[in-house]
DNA sequence: CGACCATTCGAACGTTCGTTCGGTAAGGAA
DNA sequence: TTCCTTACCGAACGAACGTTCGAATGGTCG
């Protein structure tokens, strides 16, 4: 009889059971017997899917910042105007992290764990993401460069990613309702006149 | 003849030293050994300044934070208005966050680093920014709960943290002018009336 | 002088780490 | 049956780690 399971769905399970002490305890301090326990596989077991501690983490960054990519672009096709492209791609960052928080979490704070041509890799595809909320932002205004559009990218992402230390997708807060705050923030600041007094042009 | 060096004095130089190098490589993966080499003391020899690689640390963090949190206060002392203390606030903990690097990043970046009643302590000088802030954000507008100045609060935090993976304050931008862009972009949002059509107001 | 203390160090100790080695068990193909 | 491949594991290896030990130095004080 063969296995039910595959080689990649059981790849897939150890990356995310990786993914979530990587989160935890932090890359470095996490041992392989640790992800041996975790996975209930044996330690020289694990080595039979990846070559490596490295590796884990390279894989986990990977598959999870394609997948962020992707998604975004997915998210953006069919926006219209610039800001509403720019609401939807912070929604689907927001969204995306809070379904994802492990992964997310390892991308943004592992993100100088890897070295080589793997470090180079996960760069590669930060530029095109980075790139792609810089034009974002970019779009906003074209005819008025009072501010340089990579800060304001740079701010959005700190403002988005920092969740990973104080945010939980379970408390009180959605993480639609916590979309729409960073994006309400992101456009008109904290000082916005809100909604409910009806400030809407349109 | 008495050595000029005091002991704290050359204490603080480990930890000037120390910091470089766990922002540089990070915490864990920072060896006592390349300590020493930076240092230019012998491995055996930093014990005679502090117990061990976590007091290193826990000390790095604990002057750090204390050195924000005062200036803070100093700075919001002399404030008129909410707008006008949290812009203070903004400016001071960018400003500061440029002038020790090293030590910010370390504070931001190793923050569950370390463990038992130090990491209480930091977390309790934390508490105490954070709800600095909070208050200032709360402040803004007393009588329209609109949205969490929690979040908001946060939201700014991760604006300012953000900027250990990007910013180089010998670059061209100064510090000074990214809490300028910093503070506009939290009070106003991106798509603030630029003060273009008179930017210099004195 | 001798006793003391602060400062510094080379060398080592014990532990833990990532990784590898050599092997077992089982299913499919021949 | 035999042979090959996949999946998995117990045990060990070598290196690196944080920390400690015992001693040496040099200045101060009595």
Redesign the pocket.
């Known amino acids: ?3 039910p ?3 990649d769905s ?1 790849l897939a399970r150890i990356l995310t059971v990786a993914a979530k002490v990587f989160a935890g305890k932090g890359f ?9 326990r975790e996975t ?10 990846v ?6 983490l390279y894989l986990i960054q990977q598959r999870c910042f394609s997948a962020v990519l992707a998604g975004a672009e997915r998210a953006l096709a069919d926006g219209h105007g610039p800001a509403d492209r720019l609401e939807r791609f912070i929604r689907h960052h927001v969204g995306f992290f809070a379904s994802h928080m492990s992964e997310m979490k390892v991308l943004a704070h592992e993100a100088d764990s890897l070295d080589g041509v793997r470090l180079a890799d996960i760069n590669g595809l930060k530029r095109r993401y980075v790139d792609l909320l810089r034009t974002l932002v970019a779009d906003l205004d074209d005819n008025s460069p009072k501010g340089d559009p990579q800060v304001a990218a740079y701010a959005l992402f700190g403002m988005m990613n920092w969740i990973y230390t104080w945010y939980h997708p379970d408390g009180p807060i959605s993480p639609d309702a916590l979309a729409d705050r960073f994006a309400q923030l992101f456009l008109s600041g904290v000082i916005a006149p809100s909604p409910s007094t009806a400030p809407q042009g349109d």
């Open positions: 009889m063969v296995d399971l595959t080689f059981r470095h301090p996490t041992t392989m017997r640790a992800l041996s209930e596989m044996s330690l020289a077991g694990i080595y039979h899917y070559s490596g501690k490295n590796e884990l």
